[in-house]
Protein backbone atom coordinates (compact mmCIF):
# COMPACT_ATOMS: atom_id res chain seq x y z
CA UNK A 1 0.00 0.00 0.00
CA UNK A 2 3.09 2.35 0.92
CA UNK A 3 4.61 1.45 -2.44
CA UNK A 4 1.89 2.19 -4.67
CA UNK A 5 0.79 5.48 -2.50
CA UNK A 6 4.66 6.46 -3.19
CA UNK A 7 4.28 5.48 -7.19
CA UNK A 8 1.35 8.04 -7.10
CA UNK A 9 2.90 10.76 -5.58
CA UNK A 10 6.11 10.45 -7.93
CA UNK A 11 4.03 9.82 -11.01
CA UNK A 12 1.93 13.19 -10.21
CA UNK A 13 4.99 15.23 -9.35
CA UNK A 14 6.04 14.54 -12.69
CA UNK A 15 3.06 15.03 -14.61
CA UNK A 16 2.53 18.43 -12.75
CA UNK A 17 6.59 19.09 -13.98
CA UNK A 18 5.76 18.12 -17.53
CA UNK A 19 2.11 20.00 -17.68
CA UNK A 20 4.21 23.02 -16.01
CA UNK A 21 6.76 22.77 -19.09
CA UNK A 22 3.94 21.99 -21.84
CA UNK A 23 1.17 24.24 -20.96
CA UNK A 24 2.69 27.49 -21.97
CA UNK A 25 4.02 26.35 -24.90
CA UNK A 26 0.80 25.03 -25.94
CA UNK A 27 -0.88 28.84 -25.06
CA UNK A 28 1.47 30.31 -27.27
CA UNK A 29 1.26 27.64 -30.07
CA UNK A 30 -2.79 28.13 -29.67
CA UNK A 31 -2.50 31.74 -29.45
CA UNK A 32 -0.23 32.05 -32.48
CA UNK A 33 -3.21 30.57 -34.69
CA UNK A 34 -5.72 33.54 -33.72
CA UNK A 35 -5.80 37.44 -35.33
CA UNK A 36 -4.40 39.92 -33.05
CA UNK A 37 -7.87 41.34 -32.50
CA UNK A 38 -8.98 38.39 -30.56
CA UNK A 39 -6.07 38.21 -28.74
CA UNK A 40 -6.36 41.68 -27.65
CA UNK A 41 -10.15 41.20 -26.49
CA UNK A 42 -10.25 37.79 -25.22
CA UNK A 43 -6.81 37.24 -24.25
CA UNK A 44 -4.47 34.18 -24.52
CA UNK A 45 -6.39 31.16 -26.31
CA UNK A 46 -6.34 27.71 -25.49
CA UNK A 47 -7.78 26.42 -28.83
CA UNK A 48 -6.64 26.25 -32.13
CA UNK A 49 -7.57 29.60 -34.94
CA UNK A 50 -7.89 29.68 -38.54
CA UNK A 51 -5.19 31.78 -39.24
CA UNK A 52 -2.30 29.14 -38.70
CA UNK A 53 -0.92 29.53 -42.15
CA UNK A 54 -1.78 33.33 -42.50
CA UNK A 55 0.58 34.28 -39.66
CA UNK A 56 3.26 31.72 -40.15
CA UNK A 57 3.75 32.36 -43.43
CA UNK A 58 3.80 36.21 -42.51
CA UNK A 59 6.20 35.58 -39.85
CA UNK A 60 8.79 33.52 -42.01
CA UNK A 61 8.66 35.67 -45.27
CA UNK A 62 7.34 39.13 -44.85
CA UNK A 63 10.49 41.34 -44.34
CA UNK A 64 11.50 43.86 -42.06
CA UNK A 65 13.88 45.58 -40.44
CA UNK A 66 14.99 49.30 -40.68
CA UNK A 67 15.72 48.79 -44.24
CA UNK A 68 12.75 46.52 -44.77
CA UNK A 69 14.72 43.86 -46.40
CA UNK A 70 15.32 41.00 -43.59
CA UNK A 71 13.08 37.96 -43.26
CA UNK A 72 12.89 35.60 -39.91
CA UNK A 73 13.62 33.19 -42.75
CA UNK A 74 17.33 34.34 -43.21
CA UNK A 75 17.84 35.35 -39.58
CA UNK A 76 16.56 31.10 -38.91
CA UNK A 77 19.62 30.43 -41.17
CA UNK A 78 22.04 32.73 -39.92
CA UNK A 79 20.87 31.96 -36.07
CA UNK A 80 21.82 28.06 -36.97
CA UNK A 81 25.09 28.92 -39.16
CA UNK A 82 26.14 30.35 -36.15
CA UNK A 83 25.05 27.45 -33.59
CA UNK A 84 26.48 24.44 -35.83
CA UNK A 85 29.70 26.04 -36.73
CA UNK A 86 29.99 26.94 -32.74
CA UNK A 87 28.88 23.75 -31.87
CA UNK A 88 30.97 21.67 -34.35
CA UNK A 89 34.56 23.69 -33.40
CA UNK A 90 33.51 23.32 -29.45
CA UNK A 91 33.15 20.21 -29.62
CA UNK A 92 36.61 19.45 -32.05
CA UNK A 93 38.69 21.78 -30.20
CA UNK A 94 37.65 20.82 -26.70
CA UNK A 95 38.48 17.25 -27.43
CA UNK A 96 41.57 17.79 -28.69
CA UNK A 97 42.54 19.84 -26.00
CA UNK A 98 41.36 17.19 -23.02
CA UNK A 99 43.20 14.54 -25.28
CA UNK A 100 46.50 16.41 -25.46
CA UNK A 101 46.23 17.11 -21.03
CA UNK A 102 45.24 13.79 -20.20
CA UNK A 103 47.43 11.79 -22.95
CA UNK A 104 50.25 14.13 -23.66
CA UNK A 105 52.08 14.03 -20.24
CA UNK A 106 54.18 16.97 -20.30
CA UNK A 107 54.91 19.11 -17.38
CA UNK A 108 52.57 21.86 -17.45
CA UNK A 109 49.68 19.55 -18.89
CA UNK A 110 48.01 20.25 -14.86
CA UNK A 111 48.63 23.70 -14.76
CA UNK A 112 47.51 24.50 -18.53
CA UNK A 113 43.94 22.42 -17.46
CA UNK A 114 43.52 24.80 -14.51
CA UNK A 115 43.78 27.80 -17.03
CA UNK A 116 41.42 26.72 -19.14
CA UNK A 117 39.00 25.96 -16.11
CA UNK A 118 39.35 28.79 -14.65
CA UNK A 119 38.16 30.70 -17.88
CA UNK A 120 34.68 29.61 -17.15
CA UNK A 121 34.93 32.43 -14.17
CA UNK A 122 35.21 34.96 -17.09
CA UNK A 123 31.90 35.84 -18.93
CA UNK A 124 31.63 36.63 -22.28
CA UNK A 125 30.72 40.09 -21.03
CA UNK A 126 34.01 40.36 -19.62
CA UNK A 127 35.96 39.93 -22.22
CA UNK A 128 33.49 41.52 -25.18
CA UNK A 129 35.33 44.39 -25.77
CA UNK A 130 38.80 43.60 -26.65
CA UNK A 131 37.42 40.10 -28.22
CA UNK A 132 35.35 42.80 -30.29
CA UNK A 133 38.78 44.91 -31.33
CA UNK A 134 40.72 41.58 -32.09
CA UNK A 135 37.73 40.93 -34.76
CA UNK A 136 37.28 44.42 -35.81
CA UNK A 137 41.13 44.52 -36.58
CA UNK A 138 41.51 41.52 -38.46
CA UNK A 139 38.52 42.82 -40.63
CA UNK A 140 36.34 40.04 -39.39
CA UNK A 141 32.74 42.04 -38.37
CA UNK A 142 29.71 41.76 -40.54
CA UNK A 143 30.79 37.81 -41.17
CA UNK A 144 29.85 34.57 -40.10
CA UNK A 145 33.29 33.63 -39.18
CA UNK A 146 33.33 36.55 -36.76
CA UNK A 147 29.99 35.28 -35.34
CA UNK A 148 31.77 32.00 -34.71
CA UNK A 149 35.61 32.03 -33.73
CA UNK A 150 35.32 34.09 -30.81
CA UNK A 151 33.34 31.75 -28.92
CA UNK A 152 34.56 28.39 -29.88
CA UNK A 153 37.04 27.97 -26.58
CA UNK A 154 35.07 25.85 -23.89
CA UNK A 155 36.59 25.26 -20.59
CA UNK A 156 33.32 23.08 -20.01
CA UNK A 157 33.67 20.81 -22.73
CA UNK A 158 37.02 20.41 -22.27
CA UNK A 159 36.49 19.50 -18.63
CA UNK A 160 34.27 16.80 -19.32
CA UNK A 161 35.87 15.53 -22.38
CA UNK A 162 38.93 15.30 -20.16
CA UNK A 163 37.19 13.44 -17.42
CA UNK A 164 35.89 11.02 -19.87
CA UNK A 165 39.12 9.69 -21.15
CA UNK A 166 40.71 9.61 -17.91
CA UNK A 167 38.22 6.93 -17.43
CA UNK A 168 39.28 5.30 -20.47
CA UNK A 169 41.35 2.11 -19.20
CA UNK A 170 45.08 2.48 -19.94
CA UNK A 171 44.98 -1.19 -21.16
CA UNK A 172 43.44 0.62 -24.56
CA UNK A 173 46.26 2.97 -24.99
CA UNK A 174 48.93 -0.39 -24.54
CA UNK A 175 47.08 -2.57 -26.90
CA UNK A 176 47.13 0.59 -29.68
CA UNK A 177 51.13 0.86 -29.59
CA UNK A 178 51.12 -2.85 -29.34
CA UNK A 179 48.87 -2.60 -33.17
CA UNK A 180 51.23 0.23 -33.94
CA UNK A 181 49.10 3.28 -33.52
CA UNK A 182 50.50 6.26 -33.70
CA UNK A 183 48.71 9.20 -31.55
CA UNK A 184 46.88 10.40 -34.12
CA UNK A 185 45.31 7.24 -35.09
CA UNK A 186 44.41 6.15 -31.38
CA UNK A 187 42.65 9.48 -31.04
CA UNK A 188 40.66 8.88 -34.42
CA UNK A 189 40.07 5.37 -34.54
CA UNK A 190 39.94 4.66 -30.20
CA UNK A 191 38.72 7.98 -28.44
CA UNK A 192 36.49 9.45 -30.79
CA UNK A 193 34.31 6.53 -31.22
CA UNK A 194 34.12 5.78 -27.50
CA UNK A 195 33.10 9.54 -27.18
CA UNK A 196 30.41 9.57 -29.21
CA UNK A 197 27.89 9.76 -26.35
CA UNK A 198 29.53 12.54 -24.90
CA UNK A 199 30.23 14.61 -27.98
CA UNK A 200 26.89 14.34 -28.99
CA UNK A 201 25.61 15.73 -25.19
CA UNK A 202 28.31 18.71 -25.68
CA UNK A 203 27.10 19.55 -28.84
CA UNK A 204 23.49 19.71 -27.75
CA UNK A 205 24.67 22.09 -24.91
CA UNK A 206 26.86 24.13 -27.47
CA UNK A 207 24.21 24.26 -30.44
CA UNK A 208 21.24 26.01 -27.50
CA UNK A 209 24.61 28.24 -26.51
CA UNK A 210 25.65 29.78 -29.74
CA UNK A 211 21.75 29.69 -30.56
CA UNK A 212 20.84 31.47 -27.65
CA UNK A 213 23.51 34.12 -28.28
CA UNK A 214 22.34 37.65 -28.11
CA UNK A 215 25.11 40.50 -26.92
CA UNK A 216 27.61 39.23 -29.08
CA UNK A 217 25.94 39.20 -32.70
CA UNK A 218 24.47 42.93 -31.46
CA UNK A 219 27.93 43.92 -31.21
CA UNK A 220 29.10 42.03 -34.11
CA UNK A 221 26.46 42.79 -36.42
CA UNK A 222 25.82 46.11 -38.54
CA UNK A 223 24.77 44.38 -41.83
CA UNK A 224 20.89 43.24 -41.17
CA UNK A 225 21.57 40.06 -43.36
CA UNK A 226 23.35 38.63 -40.16
CA UNK A 227 20.90 38.86 -37.69
CA UNK A 228 19.75 36.39 -35.99
CA UNK A 229 16.70 34.97 -34.25
CA UNK A 230 17.23 36.41 -31.28
CA UNK A 231 18.00 39.68 -31.97
CA UNK A 232 14.61 39.62 -34.37
CA UNK A 233 12.81 39.04 -31.31
CA UNK A 234 13.58 42.66 -30.40
CA UNK A 235 13.61 44.68 -33.45
CA UNK A 236 11.60 43.16 -36.17
CA UNK A 237 7.86 42.75 -34.30
CA UNK A 238 8.20 46.05 -32.71
CA UNK A 239 4.83 46.59 -31.53
CA UNK A 240 3.36 50.08 -33.12
CA UNK A 241 0.64 51.86 -32.01
CA UNK A 242 0.40 54.84 -34.07
CA UNK A 243 -1.82 55.16 -36.99
CA UNK A 244 -3.90 52.42 -35.47
CA UNK A 245 -1.62 49.41 -35.95
CA UNK A 246 -2.70 46.77 -33.23
CA UNK A 247 0.50 45.24 -31.63
CA UNK A 248 1.16 42.33 -33.55
CA UNK A 249 0.59 39.73 -30.77
CA UNK A 250 -0.17 36.57 -32.67
CA UNK A 251 2.76 37.09 -35.08
CA UNK A 252 5.13 37.56 -31.74
CA UNK A 253 3.74 34.25 -30.60
CA UNK A 254 3.74 32.49 -34.04
CA UNK A 255 7.78 33.87 -33.56
CA UNK A 256 8.81 32.48 -30.70
CA UNK A 257 7.34 29.07 -31.42
CA UNK A 258 9.34 29.33 -34.80
CA UNK A 259 12.60 29.84 -32.59
CA UNK A 260 12.35 27.03 -30.38
CA UNK A 261 12.02 24.46 -33.67
CA UNK A 262 15.93 24.73 -34.21
CA UNK A 263 17.35 23.49 -30.74
CA UNK A 264 14.09 20.98 -30.63
CA UNK A 265 15.10 18.94 -33.48
CA UNK A 266 18.79 18.69 -32.51
CA UNK A 267 17.79 17.62 -29.02
CA UNK A 268 15.52 15.23 -30.99
CA UNK A 269 17.65 13.62 -33.23
CA UNK A 270 20.68 13.15 -30.71
CA UNK A 271 18.72 12.50 -27.41
CA UNK A 272 19.30 8.62 -27.80
CA UNK A 273 23.29 9.56 -27.62
CA UNK A 274 22.97 12.87 -25.17
CA UNK A 275 21.01 10.41 -22.73
CA UNK A 276 23.89 8.04 -22.69
CA UNK A 277 26.44 10.63 -22.58
CA UNK A 278 24.72 11.90 -19.56
CA UNK A 279 24.45 8.66 -17.73
CA UNK A 280 27.11 5.97 -19.21
CA UNK A 281 29.69 5.76 -21.01
CA UNK A 282 30.37 2.85 -23.73
CA UNK A 283 33.76 1.71 -22.89
Do not use: C
Request: proline content about 4%.
Amino acid sequence: MNKRIVQFLSHTILILGVLLMVVPIWIAFASSTHENVTILKEGMQWGLGDQLVRNYNEVLNQKGGFSQEITATRMFINSFIMAFGIASIKVIISSMSAYAIVYFRFKLAVPLFWLIFITLLVPLEVRILPSYQVVSDLNLTNSYTGLILPLVASATATFFFRQFYKSVPDELLEAAKLDGANSWKFFIDFLVPLSKTMIAAMFIFMFVYGYSQYLWPLIMTTDEKYWTVVMGMKIIFQESYEGGNLPRVAERFAYIILSMIPPILVVVFLQRWFIKGLIQTEK
